[in-house]
C-alpha cells in the first residue's frame, strides 16, 4: 500500500507576529502551539512582519531588527519546525510592497477609517490626527500579506475579524476587475481559547505592561513572576472561600496544566476555602518551570548558532518569496501592467 | 587638449507622464520641448508613470496600458533620445512601490489631506468621500519615484509645487532617521512658458474637454481645431481694433511661430483693426501643420514596429531599475531591514 499523493494545493495558513519584542505565554496559547499543530495539516507561512512593524516603530528602528532573529528562536524552541512551516521576514519580499501599492487603489479612504481594527489600534497608540499614513493603510498591506500567499485560513485574534474582512472586500474588488478569481477569499480562525491575561490580571499580556512572562525567561524570572500573580483579591484567609473568575494562576492552570482531573480537585478545594493561594501558586509555579525549561534549554541552545538561524530564515524567505512574486505577476497581468 | 571628463554624478533631472491618453500641443510646450533640451546636459530620467494613472483609472485599466506605447512614440516623435533619456515604465520598477511603502510612514494622514495638490485635484475628479487610498497617498509614491533616481531637479507645473515640498520633507525625515544624507533634495523646475490653454479658450488642453490639438494629429483634424480656435469675441468685424488677451490664436502663434518679427507686425495690425481673424487663423494653420508634420511622419514611421519601441523600453527601464535598487537598498539598511 502507497501513501497517498501529496496534494498539489494544500489549504494554505498565514500568520505571524510583529517583531518588537519577545514572545510570551499570551503568543504560546493564542497562536504558537496552534502553530506547531497547524504545521502537520496544512501548509504554514509564518511571517515576521519587520516592515508593518515599523509602522509605529519609526522612532527605534533597532528593536525591529533585533527581535526578528529572537522571535525567529522563539519559533525553533517551541517547536515550529522549518522543514513544515515556512519562515519568511516580510520586507525581504518586495512583492508584498507592491501588491500593497496596488490594492491601495481599491479600497477608500472612508473605509479604511471605518475599519474597526484600525479605530481601535489609533486609539490605543494615542496617534489621533498625527496617524502616520502607513499605519492607516496597513489593511491594505495585511490584505498583500494574506493574498500573497493564496491563504485561506488566517489565524487570528476576535478584534482582527474587521482585518480579515476588509482583505475579502479588496479581493473581491480586485477579481471582478481581474474578471477571473485570482485572489482566494480568507477565513479567520480564531483560537477557542481567548486571550491570557497577564500576570496583574489586566486583559492582556504586554510587554509595555510589564505583566508577561517571556518563552525565555529564566527559573529565576519565572519565580519572581509566579509570586506577584493576580489571584482574588476577596481570599484574604485560608479557610475563606476563594473565587475563580479573574483569577490568574487558575487561568494559567488551566491553559498549562498536564494534569486536568487534580486540578479540577484543586478548585474545588479553593472555592470551598481552606485551600491557599501559596499553594496554587507553588503549584503553578512547577508548571510552568516543567513546560519552559526545555524551551529555554533549546532556545538557549538554537542561539549559539545565529548563522543557521539567519540561513533558515534566507531559505524560508526564498521560498515564500517564489510563491508571493507567483501571485504578484497575476495581478499585474490582470491590470495589464505586464509589457515585455 | 582633451575634453574634459564626463562628471560621475551629473544633475539628475526626473520628469514623465501619466499614460492616459495621447500628447498635445499643452505637453509639447509645458514639457516635451524642455525635455529635448535638458537630454543634452543633465541625466535625464522620463517615467511612463503607469501605476500612478490607476490609481484613479483603476475602471479603464486598458487605456493605461495602450497608452504606455503611444506616449513612448510621441517621445521619440518630438526628438527624445533614449540614447540621452532613460524611459522608463514605473510599474515595472517594484522598487518604487517598496519605497512608497516605507515612505508612507513618514508623512501623517493629514499631512497629505492638508496637501493643495491633493485637494484640488480629489475637488477635481469629484472623488468627495470616496477617494481610493491611493489617490490620497499618492504623493509619497511621487516621492519615491523622485529619490529613487535621487533627482535634485524635478520639471512641474506650479500647481505641482506642494508636492515636492511634501517629497522633501520625507526626504528630510528619512535622512534624519537614517542619521545621514542618504537621500537628496529636489527642486520643482516651473518652466517659464505658462500652460498653454485648450483650442477653446479655457485654460487647460484636456482630452476630456476635447480642446486639445494631439501631436499626432493628421493634416485634417489640424485645420478643423484650428478653424474652431476661440479667438476675440468681440472683434465682431474685419476693421474693428481686435484683443491679444485671451486670443488663442495669438497664443499659440507666440508659442509656435517661427517667425516672432512678423508676427509682432501681425499682432499690431490686429489691435489697430483691419485684420480679420481668417488671416490670423491662416498664419496659425500654416505653422502647426510645418511643426506636427514632420513629427507625425516620425511618429508613424516609428509606430511600424512596436518591437522597437518595447525593446527600448525594456532597456531603459532595466537600466533605471539598477538605479531604483541601489537606492532601495541603501534606504532598507538604513531601516534596519538587511539581514542576509
Same mark, same amino acid.
Given at each position: 500500500?502507497?501513501?497517498?499523493?501529496?496534494?498539489?494545493?494544500?489549504?494554505?495558513?498565514?500568520?505571524?507576529?510583529?517583531?518588537?519584542?519577545?514572545?510570551?505565554?499570551?503568543?504560546?496559547?493564542?497562536?504558537?502551539?496552534?502553530?506547531?499543530?497547524?504545521?502537520?495539516?496544512?501548509?504554514? /507561512?509564518?511571517?515576521?512582519?519587520?516592515?508593518? %512593524?515599523?509602522?509605529?516603530?519609526?522612532?527605534?528602528?533597532? &528593536?525591529?531588527?533585533?527581535?526578528?532573529?529572537?522571535?525567529?528562536?522563539?519559533?525553533?524552541?517551541?517547536?515550529?519546525?522549518?522543514?513544515?512551516?515556512?519562515?519568511?521576514?516580510?520586507?525581504?519580499?518586495?512583492?508584498?510592497?507592491?501588491?500593497?501599492?496596488?490594492?491601495?487603489?481599491?479600497?477608500?479612504?472612508?473605509?479604511?477609517?471605518?475599519?474597526?481594527? !484600525?479605530?481601535?489600534?489609533?486609539?490605543?497608540?494615542? /496617534?489621533?490626527? =498625527?496617524?502616520? +499614513?502607513?499605519?492607516?493603510?496597513?489593511?491594505?498591506?495585511?490584505?498583500?500579506?494574506?493574498? +500573497?500567499?493564496?491563504?485561506?485560513?488566517?489565524?487570528?485574534?476576535?478584534?482582527?475579524?474587521?482585518?480579515?474582512?476588509?482583505?475579502?472586500?479588496?479581493?473581491?474588488? /480586485?477579481?471582478?476587475?481581474?474578471?477571473? =478569481?485570482?485572489?482566494?477569499?480568507?477565513?479567520?480562525? !480564531?483560537?477557542?481559547?481567548?486571550?491570557?491575561?497577564?500576570?496583574?490580571? $489586566?486583559? $492582556?499580556?504586554?510587554?509595555?505592561?510589564?505583566? *508577561?512572562?517571556?518563552?525565555?525567561?529564566?527559573? %529565576?524570572?519565572?519565580?519572581?513572576?509566579?509570586? $506577584?500573580?493576580? *489571584?482574588?483579591?476577596?481570599?484574604?484567609?485560608?479557610?475563606?472561600?476563594?473565587?475563580?473568575?479573574?483569577?490568574?494562576? /487558575?487561568?494559567?492552570?488551566? +491553559?498549562?496544566?498536564?494534569?486536568? %482531573?487534580?486540578?479540577?480537585?484543586?478548585?474545588?478545594?479553593?472555592?470551598?476555602?481552606?485551600?491557599?493561594?501559596?499553594?496554587?501558586? &507553588?503549584?503553578?509555579?512547577?508548571?510552568?518551570?516543567?513546560?519552559?525549561?526545555?524551551?529555554?534549554?533549546?532556545?538557549?541552545?538554537?542561539?549559539?548558532?545565529?548563522?543557521?538561524?539567519?540561513?533558515?530564515?534566507?531559505?524560508?524567505?526564498?521560498?515564500?518569496?517564489?510563491?508571493? %512574486?507567483?501571485?504578484? =505577476?497575476? !495581478?499585474?497581468?490582470?491590470?495589464?501592467?505586464?509589457?515585455?
Amino acid at each position: 500500500m502507497s501513501l497517498p499523493a501529496q496534494p498539489t494545493s494544500p489549504t494554505v495558513i498565514l500568520t505571524g507576529d510583529r517583531p518588537t519584542g519577545p514572545l510570551h505565554l499570551g503568543h504560546f496559547v493564542g497562536s504558537l502551539r496552534n502553530r506547531v499543530a497547524y504545521q502537520n495539516d496544512y501548509k504554514q /507561512f509564518i511571517m515576521l512582519a519587520d516592515a508593518q %512593524a515599523l509602522t509605529d516603530n519609526m522612532d527605534d528602528i533597532d &528593536k525591529v531588527r533585533r527581535n526578528v532573529v529572537e522571535v525567529a528562536l522563539d519559533y525553533l524552541a517551541v517547536g515550529i519546525d522549518p522543514a513544515k512551516s515556512t519562515i519568511l521576514i516580510q520586507s525581504q519580499i518586495p512583492e508584498l510592497a507592491e501588491l500593497t501599492f496596488y490594492y491601495l487603489n481599491m479600497v477608500t479612504v472612508a473605509r479604511l477609517e471605518r475599519n474597526p481594527t !484600525v479605530k481601535a489600534e489609533i486609539a490605543l497608540r494615542g /496617534f489621533e490626527r =498625527d496617524i502616520p +499614513a502607513g499605519f492607516l493603510t496597513y489593511p491594505a498591506s495585511q490584505a498583500a500579506d494574506i493574498s +500573497a500567499f493564496k491563504a485561506s485560513i488566517v489565524p487570528v485574534g476576535e478584534d482582527q475579524i474587521p482585518m480579515i474582512e476588509q482583505t475579502n472586500e479588496i479581493t473581491r474588488r /480586485f477579481n471582478r476587475i481581474a474578471y477571473k =478569481d485570482i485572489l482566494v477569499e480568507c477565513k479567520a480562525l !480564531v483560537p477557542e481559547m481567548g486571550r491570557l491575561p497577564g500576570t496583574d490580571g $489586566k486583559a $492582556k499580556m504586554s510587554k509595555s505592561l510589564g505583566n *508577561t512572562i517571556n518563552l525565555g525567561a529564566t527559573a %529565576a524570572e519565572i519565580t519572581a513572576a509566579v509570586k $506577584k500573580v493576580y *489571584t482574588d483579591p476577596l481570599h484574604l484567609r485560608v479557610e475563606d472561600p476563594g473565587h475563580l473568575e479573574g483569577n490568574v494562576a /487558575f487561568i494559567y492552570l488551566d +491553559a498549562f496544566d498536564p494534569d486536568q %482531573a487534580s486540578l479540577a480537585e484543586m478548585k474545588a478545594h479553593y472555592v470551598r476555602g481552606g485551600l491557599g493561594d501559596s499553594i496554587v501558586k &507553588k503549584r503553578l509555579e512547577g508548571v510552568l518551570q516543567d513546560m519552559l525549561a526545555p524551551i529555554r534549554a533549546r532556545r538557549e541552545e538554537l542561539a549559539k548558532d545565529r548563522g543557521y538561524i539567519l540561513q533558515m530564515l534566507k531559505q524560508g524567505t526564498a521560498q515564500a518569496r517564489e510563491v508571493a %512574486a507567483r501571485t504578484t =505577476d497575476e !495581478v499585474k497581468a490582470a491590470l495589464g501592467l505586464s509589457y515585455f
